[in-house]
């Protein structure tokens, strides 16, 4: 492993909150790869902000859902080419309606990419970690996980599922020195939320005991914190950045 690449892999880094993890996580040191399903000139231009942030930085398009595809990208870019330090499971995708309306391949393809996509990096880099002794796994869940949504049954069930999945991985790898955490965020200023009314805005701000919405950077500094040292004693957490919405 030595002269080998220390990474960190974020799953969904092209934009919003992956691409602002993938850039905090490359200011903290690490070389990236990161995977995107769609729009690869937002991929490329994430590569080329952190290259000129001085790390190195390389995209894949890898459907997450696909168990075959990430177990081949795990094998043909990852295993014994670099060093895996982190892994972010971040993507994910929504399709949301109310339960009498609800049709299975819209509450199916939110279970397989944001929960079972999840589990395929996850399985991946465990490992990889376990063997070598060392890692940090973060998954990035959501307020709704904990509390939930109308409209939302199947995100906040995969949610709710990355949690559960994150306390029993962190009892499964913590003998091998690896810590798996999640980060749960509230309402974050992200390009959807960007495309809602002033005033639409305001009665989500006014929820919150903090007074406004969160910024993708509130997120990646928890993230990057448990990719740190100084979270070395720290495994099978939720971390909610959410302004304290659900305390």
Excluded: H, W
Excluded at 119 to 144: D, P, T
């Amino acid at each position: 492993m030595e002269g080998l690449p220390i990474i960190a892999l974020v799953t969904g880094g092209s934009r919003g909150i992956g691409r602002t993890i993938a850039l905090t996580l490359a200011k903290d040191g690490f070389d990236i790869f990161f995977t995107y399903r769609s729009r690869p000139e937002a991929a490329e231009e994430t590569v080329k902000e952190i290259r000129a942030a001085g790390r190195e930085a390389k995209a894949f398009c890898v459907d997450s859902s696909d168990a075959e595809q990430v177990a081949a990208f795990f094998a043909d870019q990852i295993r014994g080419k670099a060093v895996l330090a982190v892994l972010v499971n971040n993507a994910g995708i929504t399709r949301d309606g109310l339960i009498l309306r609800m049709k299975d391949e819209d509450f199916n393809a939110v279970l397989d990419t944001n929960l079972r996509g999840a589990f395929y990096f996850l399985r991946e880099a465990s490992k990889i970690m376990a063997k070598q002794r060392r890692g940090s796994i973060i998954n990035i869940s959501s307020v709704v996980g904990l509390m939930g949504n109308a409209g939302q049954v199947n995100y906040a069930a995969a949610k709710a599922g990355l949690i559960g999945m994150t306390k029993s991985a962190a009892k499964e790898l913590g003998s091998r020195s690896v810590t798996v955490n999640a980060v749960a965020p509230g309402f974050i200023e992200t390009d959807m939320t960007a495309a809602l009314a002033d005033d639409v805005k305001a009665r989500y701000a006014a929820a919150i005991p903090l007074g406004r919405l969160g910024s993708a950077q509130d997120v990646a500094d928890a993230v990057s914190f448990l990719a740190s040292p100084k979270a070395s004693y720290i495994t099978g957490q939720v971390i909610s950045v959410n302004g304290g919405l659900y305390c």
